[in-house]
C-alpha cells in the first residue's frame, strides 16, 4: 500500500500591516502562537492583545483576587517578549464566558477600535484533535471573534458603538484560529521560537501551579514539539499552523 499523502500548509498571506489577537485567558497565545508574533513584529507589523479574561479562576491554590492582578503583569510581560506592548482586558469573569451578543460587541468594539486586516483566536471547536474536550471560554471566544469580524463592519449591529465613536470597520481580511485541528496555513517559527518560549516562561506562577517539571525544560519541550509537528506539513521547518478563513 502507499503511504497516505500528508496535506501541506499554505505559508500565510503577509500583504497586512495590523493584527489583533483575541482569546480569553492569559497563556492561550503563548502555548504555541507567540513564535508567529514575534516574526510578524519583527517585520515591522503591528499586533495587540484582547483578553476577554485575566485568568482570574486559573490557579487552584491563588484566591481569584490576587491572581487576577498577577496574570495580567505575567501577561503584559510576556508580550514585551515579542514585541507586543499593547494589551487590553475585557473583564468577562474567567471560566464562565458567556457566548452572545455581549460578547461579540465588546470584542466588535475591540476591532473597530484597533482597525485590524488580520484577526487571531484560538481553537473555537468542541475538542483538541478530536480527543481532549476543550473549555467553554476558549469555544465562546473564538466563536465569537469569527462573528464579530463581521459585526465590526456592519453599523447596524450594535448601532451604540457609533454612538461611542467607534466607526465600523469591514477591514477585516482573515480571522486565523491557532490550534485548530484542521488547520490551512503556517508561519515559519524558526526564528521566533527561543523568544516563543521565554515568552511562555513570563508566566511561571501559572506553570508552576500546573507541572512539578522545571519550567524552561517544560515550555521548551511543548512549544518545541508543537512547531516540529506543524512543520512536518511546512518543508520540514518549525512552523505555527493556523485554520485561516478568509472575510
Not at 478530536?130 to 463581521?150: E, I, K
Request: hydrophobic residues 40%; charged residues 25%.
Amino acid at each position: 500500500m502507499t503511504e497516505p499523502t500528508i496535506s501541506q500548509l499554505q505559508p500565510m498571506p503577509d500583504d497586512w500591516q495590523r493584527a489583533l489577537a483575541v482569546v480569553a485567558h492569559p497563556d492561550d497565545l503563548e502555548y504555541g502562537c507567540a513564535a508567529a508574533i514575534a516574526a510578524w513584529t519583527d517585520a515591522g507589523r503591528e499586533v495587540s492583545y484582547v483578553l476577554a479574561t485575566r485568568g482570574e479562576a486559573g490557579i487552584d491554590t491563588v484566591d481569584p483576587a490576587r491572581c487576577g492582578p498577577l496574570r495580567e503583569r505575567e501577561q503584559r510581560a510576556s508580550a514585551a517578549v515579542v514585541g507586543v506592548s499593547e494589551v487590553a482586558f475585557l473583564d468577562h469573569a474567567d471560566g464562565v464566558i458567556e457566548y452572545g451578543p455581549a460578547l461579540r460587541q465588546d470584542i466588535a468594539a475591540a476591532i473597530r477600535r484597533h482597525r485590524p486586516e488580520l484577526v487571531v483566536t484560538l481553537n473555537h471547536r468542541d475538542t483538541w484533535g478530536g480527543t481532549a474536550w476543550n473549555t467553554p471560554d476558549h469555544v465562546a471566544v473564538g466563536r465569537a471573534t469569527l462573528d464579530a469580524a463581521g459585526d465590526a463592519g456592519n453599523r447596524w449591529i450594535f448601532p451604540e458603538l457609533t454612538e461611542r465613536g467607534l466607526e465600523p470597520w469591514d477591514g477585516v481580511r482573515w480571522v486565523a484560529v491557532a490550534g485548530s485541528d484542521a488547520p490551512t496555513h503556517a508561519v515559519d517559527a524558526t526564528a521566533g521560537l527561543e523568544r516563543a518560549v521565554r515568552s511562555l516562561l513570563e508566566h511561571r506562577t501559572y506553570i508552576e501551579a500546573l507541572t512539578d517539571e522545571d519550567p524552561e525544560t517544560y515550555a521548551r519541550t511543548l512549544l518545541t514539539g508543537f512547531a516540529e509537528e506543524a512543520g512536518k506539513r511546512f518543508g520540514n521547518r518549525p512552523a505555527v499552523a493556523f485554520e485561516l478563513f478568509p472575510r
